[in-house]
């Protein structure tokens, strides 16, 4: 990584004092677990990642006249009472619950950023990331898309969460990545919070039955209970985003789903594979 003249990597914990080395432009903030397996397996070290890392990063943008972009996520909605979510929705969030130290944590973040940015004039920008996938997703983190996939190219059933009717929007990583840098680099005034998701709402049955139609053999479906909490519609408003950045996803879910299933099914990050590709199956469906 650090072979590129113009780059340096520093691995460092912001929720430590951060090196008074550090002279940045602009500081993207994606630090923190994004899956609710890997937030919630050490939930303290969570919300101190989105409560003091985040108050270093802004002292670090404060002192040094830095832009700052907060990744912040679509989970500021809770379980939500409107639909689509608007920015303006202020949420449906259960603050003592497994998902809070994430949900409230980037809460926080958010609050952290609007008062650095009233009261310290730091330019602080806040997008709220819905469900995000593609290539690199690290296999063993839960989340829908790498375990359905994982599972399917391991001919394992795909483990659907409570009846798999709730929905989420899922955004291909390249579209997502287009829409941070251009709300970095966007009119100073333009802070946000500003809705980054595709708009293309799907049920998690129904993401399961399109990963089951990529793999080469016929792969189960079984019912699991619903974690506690779990939100059972997901879908942004992204008119913000349209007006203000120009931005609009523009990789179909079908197309980004099969970028990513190719791409595990190369490399399954190191896993070993038995023998697959892509091609229809029938899915079979047990409970
Ligand atoms: N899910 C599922 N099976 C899995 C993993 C996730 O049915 O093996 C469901 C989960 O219950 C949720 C949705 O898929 O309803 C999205 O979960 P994910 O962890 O990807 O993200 P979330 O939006 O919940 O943070």
Redesign the pocket.
């Known amino acids: 990584m650090n072979e590129h003249p113009n780059f340096n990597a520093l691995k460092h914990d912001i929720i430590d004092p951060l090196p008074s080395n550090l002279h940045p432009d602009q500081i993207y903030n994606l630090a923190c677990a994004a899956?609710?397996r890997r937030y919630q397996a050490d939930p303290i070290h969570t919300v101190r990642t989105c409560v003091q890392g985040v108050f270093n990063l802004l002292e670090l943008a404060s002192t040094r006249n830095a832009r700052i972009l907060q990744a912040s996520t679509s989970e500021i909605y809770g379980d939500p009472k409107e639909h689509p979510q608007h920015e303006s929705y202020h949420g449906n969030v259960n603050p003592v619950g497994i998902r809070s130290c994430y949900d409230e944590g980037k809460r926080c973040a958010e609050t952290l950023m609007s008062d650095y940015g009233r009261t310290r004039g730091v330019t602080a920008k806040i997008a709220r990331i819905f469900?995000t996938y593609g290539p690199g997703m690290a296999v063993d983190d839960?989340?829908?898309v790498s375990?359905f996939i994982d599972q399917a190219l391991r001919a394992k059933a795909l483990?659907?969460?409570?009846d798999?009717s709730?929905t989420?929007s899922l955004c291909y990583v390249d579209d997502m990545i287009k829409g941070l840098i251009l709300l970095m680099n966007s009119v100073d005034t333009f802070r946000g919070p500003v809705n980054l998701g595709n708009t293309q709402e799907i049920s998690?049955l129904d993401i399961a039955l399109r990963i089951s139609e990529l793999a080469p053999h016929e792969p189960k479906i079984v019912f699991k209970p619903?974690?506690a909490d779990?939100?059972t519609v997901?879908c942004p408003d992204i008119a913000l985003a349209r007006r203000h950045l120009d931005w609009n996803p523009t990789v179909q879910f079908e197309e980004g789903l099969r970028l990513t299933y190719a791409h595990f099914a190369r490399t399954a990050n190191g896993r070993q594979l038995p023998e697959s590709g892509i091609g229809p199956a029938n899915s079979h469906i047990e409970k």
């Open positions: 899956s609710p469900n839960g989340r829908v375990t483990t659907v969460y409570g798999g709730q989420r998690v619903l974690p779990d939100p997901r």
